[in-house]
């Protein structure tokens, strides 16, 4: 089914996109999702293979509970994840995004259905590198990093991928939370709002991930706690991601020159990726897309508190939310979007 799908999105998309870069882009997109198909198994059939490693085996067995798991709990059912493609490379794609050098202002793309988006992701590495370069040679903050899985947001059927299950400690956490946060960009998503879209997605992952995994998996207290040690070193990264972010906003909005603000990012960014270990340079694209990910856990648990911890009425509360409520595309601080749900009776899910 991925086949026909991705050629008549192709068809559709290309007269409304002008450009050269429009259309690569889209075709390549295409060819990415062609390629997938191609490989597709069904993942029953990848698990009774007795060539599965064990370890695979035993991971790709999970994931339709996973996603009974999710449904109980109010997340839209799909035809997602019925399938498991192996690849041969590290990652499934390759994210660009660019920001001003001396603003968090991100640079967007226009897409039809899902309006602008402030990244670009490609199936090719060597394509976004590229795209990449060309960016940074027009004065952007360009960043590049890969990405183990990504969702079509219910417009083709996504599979389990190879780069979703590679072993390091606390992956059963890892790959459950990943089934879990794709899965609400396809039970819910708003066209033209990252920052919203990313937070509903990693809070409600956060969320569930822990109690299914005691609940469900009863794993025991090792896999446990390396999952939770994992989540922990992820919520400090992006605490110094966002202390960052808003120790940069301070200089920009500074009287210095352009000159020393510039050499003050340059120190301030360079110091963060020897802490962190990135092995990327860090700018304010990095910081950016780390804020889009982190950036609306508290207003989301105020709103989940309103509805009585009960999940199918928070999503009952949050499809309320529509374009409209935003004030303007990508709006960074979404609050205000969700204060009025708390003014108001959380309604039955």
């Not at 839209?76 to 498991?84: D, K, V």
């Not at 183990?148 to 083709?156: E, H, I, K, N, P």
Request: proline share 5%; charged share 25%.
């Amino acid at each position: 089914m991925l086949r026909p799908l991705a050629a008549a999105i192709t068809l559709t998309l290309l007269p409304a996109l002008g450009g050269c870069m429009q259309v690569c882009y889209v075709a390549q997109a295409a060819y990415g999702q062609d390629d997938f198909a191609w490989r597709a198994r069904p993942i029953d059939e990848v698990v009774a293979d007795d060539a599965t490693p064990e370890g695979r085996r035993q991971l790709l067995a999970m994931i339709a509970d996973v996603k009974r798991y999710g449904e109980t709990q109010g997340i839209a059912p799909t035809n997602s994840y019925r399938h498991f493609v192996d690849l041969p490379r590290d990652n499934a794609v390759y994210v660009v995004s660019a920001a001003h050098p001396l603003r968090f202002e991100s640079l967007t793309w226009w897409f039809p259905i899902v309006g602008s988006v402030p990244y670009l992701g490609y199936f090719n590495p060597w394509e976004a590198k590229l795209y990449g370069e060309r960016l940074a040679e027009e004065g952007w903050d360009v960043d590049l990093r890969g990405a183990s899985a990504y969702s079509t947001l219910g417009w083709f059927d996504d599979p389990i991928l190879s780069t979703m299950i590679r072993p390091y400690d606390g992956m059963v956490g890892g790959l459950v939370n990943v089934v879990i946060h794709e899965s609400v960009h396809a039970t819910h998503y708003v066209g033209g709002q990252t920052y919203f879209n990313e937070s509903l997605a990693n809070y409600v992952a956060d969320e569930l991930t822990g109690p299914y995994l005691t609940e469900r998996l009863a794993l025991d207290r090792y896999q446990q706690m390396a999952y939770r040690m994992g989540k922990l070193r992820g919520d400090q990264r992006a605490k110094r991601l966002h202390e960052t972010y808003l120790k940069l906003e301070a200089l920009y909005a500074s009287d210095l020159s352009d000159e020393e603000k510039l050499k003050q990012k340059a120190a301030i960014t360079a110091a963060l990726q020897v802490e962190l270990g990135f092995s990327r340079p860090i700018n304010n694209a990095t910081l950016a897309q780390a804020r889009q990910y982190h950036g609306g856990s508290t207003i989301f648990a105020r709103l989940h508190d309103h509805c009585e911890g009960d999940w199918h009425r928070f999503f009952a509360a949050v499809k309320t939310i529509e374009k409209r409520d935003f004030a303007e595309d990508q709006q960074v601080e979404i609050d205000g979007a969700l204060e009025p749900l708390l003014t108001r009776p959380c309604p039955a899910g």
